[in-house]
């Protein structure tokens, strides 16, 4: 690692031939790279990919990420890989999850070779590392702006995150309404 920048981490991946779990569309994967907690408990994600909609071959954006961060500058830490099918209306589904180390990802990038994801002893489907390079940040901006590149979940509503606002903020929205003669409309 170099002296007062911190090493990063380019990663970039692809799904091929992924389970189809929804019934009426395809499955809407993105995958969360997640690793042991510092605590020894469990495990944090530390990144998750944007959803691509109705795909079972979807291709991500690029994440990046501080070595520190996605494992302490060891190689050699396990990474869970999970995959998942993102659904509005229920609970999220998993479509299959692999362990690599950041070495392995090197070398799966370096090879082109794909990995089985797994549900228990079933496939379901393959991963492809399109990309795993190191490199020195260029400015303390893209480095910042890599740490909330995704936002941790969708699931996490605007109100729960401003607290005592959001009654202040359902009251702005009757309000507007009131003012444009929309008061019989519910405040959402």
């Known amino acids: 690692m170099s002296t007062g920048r911190q090493q990063m981490v380019r990663l970039r991946f692809e799904g091929r031939k992924l389970e189809d779990l929804d019934f009426w569309t395809k499955s809407d994967p993105y995958l969360a790279l997640s690793r042991p907690a510092k605590n020894g408990s469990g495990v944090v994600q530390v990144r998750r990919t944007e959803t691509i909609w109705n795909n079972l071959n979807p291709s991500w954006k ?14 050699q830490m396990p990474l869970n890989i999970e995959v998942f099918d993102e659904d509005r209306n229920s609970r999220d589904d998993l479509i299959g999850r692999i362990e690599l180390t950041l070495s392995d990802l090197q070398n799966l990038a370096n090879s082109g070779s794909p990995v089985i994801l797994k549900k228990g002893p079933k496939n379901r489907g393959q991963l492809l590392v399109r990309e795993c390079q190191f490199e020195e940040p260029s400015s303390e901006h893209e480095r910042k702006a890599s740490i909330t590149a995704y936002p941790a979940s969708r699931r996490e509503s605007v109100f729960s995150k401003l607290g005592n606002l959001a009654p202040t903020m359902v009251s702005w929205t ?15």
Do not use: F, H, W
Request: with cysteine; hydrophobic share 35%; proline share 7%.
């Open 62 to 75: 690029v994440l990046y990420i501080p070595t520190a961060e996605l494992c302490d500058g060891n190689l």
């Open 174 to 188: 009757a309000q507007a309404q009131k003012a444009q003669g929309k008061e019989n409309y519910p405040a959402y």
